[in-house]
């Protein structure tokens, strides 16, 4: 295959290199889309164009004809994190305070080679293939949403993406059916007491003391409230209140996030934290305000695409490289948007390497990848265009 050819390896190595140097927050991807877009228009046969401010669509028509051709997409992000970079690479961020630490960067680069190869091949492809360059994925509700209003997977068959993992070695692939991450509810509580004197408690009503009750109590939705076989995460990651150590406050403010893996244990879990917060703080005498941001939806890769994916995956990987994953994973993902137009795959490809010692997590501030691996997110991508629009 040409894509296997050293240059197109150094060009999407280039490419990533430059992305990271040069990162951009969600919704803000100026020069990102712009450096994408501008990419896109060298390379023949695509109809590139800005569906929203800073993502990026290119459409490849195929001139083969077929019965019954078929319309495939492919997305990558593009956004960066509110995260200062402490890796020592060379081409490390330019932007201090904002990082491409959950490699979209890569996703980009991977997704650019195969948009390079696949548009020289346009008399080989029945029907169509759409790139697609998403902006904001890390800001809720995601930057997906957007592009699903302005339409650019209507009359898709089929979506694919793929995932970076810092747990997963260069050279394999992890793929998984059905549900591939969670849905992403974030919740602030505000308990509503009443001030006073430390010294005369009996004349208060202590938001701290009740705040803690209903932090107790939230866990009890995890243990007791819903079945284990469909168990979500439930975290309380912030409890302020006052900041004078002989003043009993006003007000308690507590924050978390809920992790679910389906719409019952989601609605079910976000029932129960009202009730409980509702219960307590009425038993106290005190008010409660509970607001709810509600997130990304969960990924549920289709069966058939999921199918797809893996055989395009044996193909390129080599059966024994591709692992299957059994477990969900509890971060969100707003590939789920285009999921609710169009049946998915979204993927893990490996890009860890001992040599390196790139062993960080995901969102990490030394978060590293092994570059050699980026050619088979390529090969990926052209693969399944292969099996599906080049038959």
Same mark, same amino acid.
């Given at each position: 295959?040409?894509?296997?050819?050293?240059?197109?390896?150094?060009?999407?190595?280039?490419?990533?290199?430059?992305?990271?140097?040069?990162?951009?927050?969600?919704?803000?991807?100026?020069?990102?889309?712009?450096?994408? *877009?501008?990419?896109?228009?060298?390379?023949?046969?695509?109809?590139?164009?800005?569906?929203?401010?800073?993502?990026?669509?290119?459409?490849?028509?195929?001139?083969?004809?077929?019965?019954?051709? %078929?319309?495939?997409?492919?997305?990558?992000?593009?956004?960066? %994190?509110?995260?200062?970079?402490?890796?020592?690479?060379?081409?490390?961020?330019?932007?201090?305070?904002?990082?491409?630490?959950?490699?979209?960067?890569?996703?980009?680069?991977?997704?650019?080679?195969?948009?390079?190869?696949?548009?020289?091949?346009?008399?080989?492809?029945?029907? =169509?293939?759409?790139?697609?360059?998403?902006?904001?994925? =890390?800001?809720?509700?995601?930057?997906? +949403?957007?592009?699903? =209003?302005?339409?650019?997977?209507?009359?898709?068959?089929?979506?694919?993406?793929?995932?970076?993992?810092? *747990?997963?070695?260069? #050279?394999?692939?992890?793929?998984?059916?059905?549900?591939?991450?969670?849905?992403?509810?974030?919740?602030?509580?505000?308990?509503? @007491?009443?001030? #006073?004197?430390?010294?005369?408690?009996?004349?208060?009503?202590?938001?701290?003391?009740?705040?803690?009750?209903?932090?107790?109590? +939230?866990?009890?939705?995890?243990?007791?409230?819903?079945?284990? %076989?469909?168990?979500?995460?439930?975290?309380?990651?912030?409890?302020?209140?006052?900041?004078?150590?002989?003043?009993?406050?006003?007000?308690?403010?507590?924050?978390?996030? +809920?992790?679910?893996?389906?719409?019952?244990?989601?609605?079910?879990?976000?029932?129960?934290?009202?009730?409980?917060?509702?219960?307590?703080?009425?038993?106290?005498?005190?008010?409660?305000?509970?607001?709810?941001?509600?997130?990304?939806?969960?990924?549920?890769?289709?069966?058939?695409?999921?199918?797809?994916?893996?055989?395009?995956?044996?193909?390129?990987? @080599?059966?024994? *490289?591709?692992?299957?994953?059994?477990?969900?994973?509890?971060? #969100?993902?707003?590939?789920?948007?285009?999921?609710?137009?169009?049946?998915?795959?979204?993927?893990?490809?490996?890009?860890?390497?001992?040599?390196?010692?790139?062993?960080?997590?995901?969102?990490?501030?030394?978060?590293?990848?092994?570059?050699?691996?980026?050619?088979? #997110?390529?090969? *990926?991508?052209?693969?399944?265009?292969?099996?599906?629009?080049?038959?």
């Amino acid at each position: 295959m040409a894509i296997k050819q050293e240059s197109i390896k150094e060009e999407i190595i280039s490419w990533r290199r430059h992305i990271h140097e040069n990162p951009e927050l969600g919704f803000e991807e100026v020069e990102t889309s712009n450096f994408i *877009y501008e990419l896109l228009e060298t390379f023949p046969n695509l109809e590139v164009s800005r569906p929203t401010k800073t993502s990026v669509l290119a459409v490849l028509k195929g001139k083969k004809v077929t019965e019954s051709p %078929l319309s495939i997409a492919f997305r990558a992000d593009i956004d960066a %994190l509110p995260i200062v970079e402490e890796t020592d690479v060379p081409f490390k961020s330019k932007n201090v305070g904002v990082m491409h630490a959950c490699g979209h960067d890569t996703h980009t680069a991977m997704l650019l080679g195969a948009a390079k190869e696949l548009s020289t091949r346009i008399e080989e492809i029945s029907g =169509e293939i759409r790139f697609i360059f998403q902006h904001a994925e =890390e800001v809720s509700p995601g930057g997906a +949403l957007g592009l699903v =209003e302005q339409r650019v997977v209507d009359g898709v068959d089929h979506i694919f993406a793929l995932h970076v993992d810092p *747990y997963l070695k260069s #050279g394999t692939i992890g793929m998984k059916d059905d549900v591939w991450c969670a849905a992403i509810d974030d919740f602030e509580i505000t308990i509503i @007491g009443k001030g #006073g004197h430390a010294a005369m408690p009996e004349k208060t009503i202590d938001p701290i003391v009740i705040g803690a009750e209903v932090v107790t109590n +939230l866990q009890q939705i995890v243990a007791r409230k819903i079945s284990a %076989l469909q168990v979500p995460v439930l975290s309380v990651v912030v409890f302020q209140s006052g900041n004078v150590l002989n003043v009993i406050p006003e007000t308690a403010y507590i924050g978390g996030t +809920l992790r679910s893996l389906d719409h019952l244990s989601r609605n079910e879990a976000k029932k129960y934290v009202n009730q409980i917060v509702k219960g307590i703080t009425e038993a106290h005498g005190a008010s409660y305000k509970i607001n709810w941001m509600d997130g990304y939806d969960p990924v549920i890769n289709d069966k058939e695409t999921v199918a797809i994916s893996r055989n395009a995956a044996i193909e390129v990987f @080599g059966k024994e *490289y591709v692992i299957h994953q059994d477990k969900p994973m509890f971060g #969100g993902e707003d590939f789920s948007a285009y999921l609710q137009k169009a049946p998915g795959s979204m993927q893990f490809i490996g890009i860890y390497n001992e040599k390196l010692g790139n062993d960080f997590p995901l969102h990490h501030p030394k978060f590293m990848v092994d570059e050699d691996a980026l050619q088979y #997110g390529t090969e *990926y991508f052209v693969k399944i265009a292969e099996n599906i629009c080049m038959k």
